[in-house]
């Protein structure tokens, strides 16, 4: 239908800039969805394209993205310096520019690192801490001389189990469990010579970083995601041939004695978490009862062990208190759509109308889902490695028609831990580059995880690199400094800003006056094209209410018994109507 041109027709590309050549290079190979891109937008006479991160820092992919857009006004592989250029087909608005001008339909957002210190130092998330560095540290010795694809495999299991630590101790205990099976097989087996082929071992994907949302495994089960991570993880610890030694196996011991002592009693995060939960949603919270309030709570976490352990945790807290089986739901990967739409639709709706108040959420579930109706509180209860993880979090309450001027989104921090001072520095850090560009840099985001990629030591080092990640070396300074130049050109003042509402709203109340469009004039229309098939007028459902508030007062529409001679009412009463749930 559309041909090779079609007037008056419009392309609307949402997430524009995937469609980007992601290569530096002068002529980037196009990646399929470049190509397609490249090849349907010419057909359309109008095109919107839409994108929170416009420009990766490369100056020739931006400019190629913009040729897609406008070939008459850009060429890929000629940079783009023209303010007067850019003006004419870019509009770039950020969130606190348009708080700025008094637009309430975006709330300010603040972020709360939540200090928890004066741990005992035999406090089992420091011990676990200490002897998974020495465990480190043991393996890195033996395996120093091996080659260093053997060496980062091997590694690989330590950087995993250090973020399933700093997620939980029942998700640690759970992984660590797996690989010490995992090496006590291997064991067995190397005494009977029979070794697993190395081209038959999987990838370790889940090993370096757990499901997300936009991940292909968001939409299996928790069952199956858990036997593809116990499948990586031994695998992993297999791939190392040689025995380990007894320092790593006394280390193993009493790690796992320690984890399988702690794993289901309450951590300190858990602590101050229902506290929070006692001094903000429940306040008589461990009385008989007890009555909770109308605020509620979002929770993320990494791990699919964690969720459950946060699920046994919270629901022992609230024992007791009014309606306690319905206050806690959780949202995770795997989950059918009609179960996920019900815990949206019961999250959303009033407080008045429906008794959940905590919502426990695993960075697989879809993103997308808007969650901030009736909910301006979330916690981190692990701080994800991937800083776009965490931003993908705090948008489901960060986001349009928020009710809530201020959202609160907070993490905890053991200043005790050096994994936490670490990932304490990465978020601070993350937040101000997101509040400079207003989005994370690409470049700065691939330095991260470049960063984070051996897992996290206990010196300093990769603390005072994070503080530096943006100015981490001249390529660096060179992308940030072209984002800078190529599209901040075409932000406005906020001067600027208050005369473009300004305009707009004379060119809307210009256009409404010229329509003569009002509800009383709309009513009229309406009943006035029912009477000509027949049918009757609109009428109030309270004459009384409609006589005082028109606009305000319910009307109703005739039965459609009286709409025989047009088919198309029926079809535009449907679509009026709340959606029928699947299978109705």
């Not at 991160?53 to 023209?82: I, W, Y």
């Not at 319905?326 to 009033?350: C, L, Q, T, V, Y």
């Not at 009477?531 to 209410?545: C, F, K, R, V």
Request: glycine share 4%; charged share 30%.
């Amino acid at each position: 239908w559309l041909g090779d041109f079609n007037t008056g027709s419009m392309l609307i590309l949402d997430e524009a800039h995937n469609a980007a050549p992601a290569s530096a290079s002068q002529y980037a190979i196009d990646s399929q969805l470049t190509q397609t891109v490249r090849d349907v937008a010419p057909r359309f006479e109008h095109k919107l394209f839409l994108s929170a991160t416009p420009h990766n820092g490369h100056s020739n992919s931006f400019a190629a993205l913009l040729e897609m857009l406008d070939p008459q006004r850009f060429c890929r592989g000629v940079p783009v310096k023209s303010k007067k250029l850019l003006d004419s087909v870019m509009v770039r608005r950020l969130k606190r520019d348009l708080r700025e001008i008094g637009d309430r339909d975006f709330p300010q957002r603040e972020v709360i690192p939540l200090s928890i210190d004066g741990l005992p130092r035999d406090a089992p998330e420091l011990l676990l801490s200490r002897l998974l560095k020495d465990y480190r540290e043991a393996r890195e010795q033996r395996l120093k001389d091996r080659p260093k694809s053997q060496r980062r495999t091997s590694m690989l299991v330590v950087t995993s189990l250090q973020k399933r630590l700093l997620s939980s101790i029942e998700a640690f205990a759970r992984t660590l469990n797996v690989h010490r099976q995992a090496l006590e097989r291997q064991q067995q087996r190397r005494t009977s010579t029979t070794l697993i082929p190395s081209q038959n071992r999987p990838n370790f994907a889940l090993l370096r970083e757990s499901v997300g949302a936009e991940d292909d495994r968001a939409e299996l089960s928790e069952v199956e995601v858990e036997a593809e991570e116990n499948a990586q993880m031994t695998a992993a610890s297999q791939a190392d041939e040689g025995g380990i030694t007894e320092q790593e196996q006394n280390l193993l011991n009493r790690m796992t004695e320690i984890a399988n002592r702690a794993r289901h009693q309450p951590d300190a995060r858990i602590k101050r978490l229902i506290a929070w939960i006692q001094e903000n949603l429940c306040p008589n919270l461990g009385e008989t009862g007890a009555t909770w309030g109308d605020r509620r709570l979002l929770i993320f976490t990494e791990y699919t062990d964690t969720k459950r352990y946060l699920e046994q945790q919270l629901q022992q807290a609230i024992a007791g208190s009014s309606q306690e089986n319905a206050r806690i739901g959780s949202f995770h990967g795997g989950m059918g759509d009609d179960r996920r739409e019900a815990i949206k639709r019961a999250f959303n709706a009033p407080p008045s109308d429906h008794p959940l108040r905590i919502l426990i959420a695993t960075d697989a579930a879809r993103e997308g889902i808007n969650l901030q109706n009736y909910c301006a509180d979330l916690f981190h209860f692990d701080i994800p490695w991937n800083p776009s993880r965490m931003e993908q979090r705090n948008g489901r309450i960060d986001r349009k028609l928020q009710r809530a001027p201020l959202v609160r989104c907070y993490y905890f921090t053991l200043p005790q831990r050096a994994e936490d001072r670490v990932l304490d520095v990465l978020v601070r850090k993350t937040d101000t580059i997101i509040s400079e560009l207003g989005s994370l840099s690409p470049v700065v985001e691939k330095n991260i995880s470049e960063l984070f990629d051996d897992g996290i030591d206990h010196g300093d080092q990769l603390r005072l690199a994070l503080d530096e990640v943006d100015q981490r070396d001249e390529r660096t300074q060179r992308h940030l400094g072209s984002i800078r130049e190529e599209l901040d050109v075409v932000r406005p003042e906020v001067a600027q800003l208050r005369q473009q509402e300004q305009t707009l709203q004379n060119l809307l109340r210009d256009a409404q006056q010229w329509l003569g469009l009002d509800a009383q004039q709309f009513r009229e229309t309406l009943s006035a094209a029912l009477e000509l098939l027949g049918a009757s007028p609109l009428t109030p459902l309270n004459p009384e209410q409609a006589a005082q508030n028109p606009e305000q007062a319910p009307w109703q529409f005739p039965q459609l018994s009286e709409l025989t001679g047009d088919a198309t009412w029926a079809e535009t009463l449907d679509s009026l109507r709340e959606p029928r749930p699947s299978g109705q």
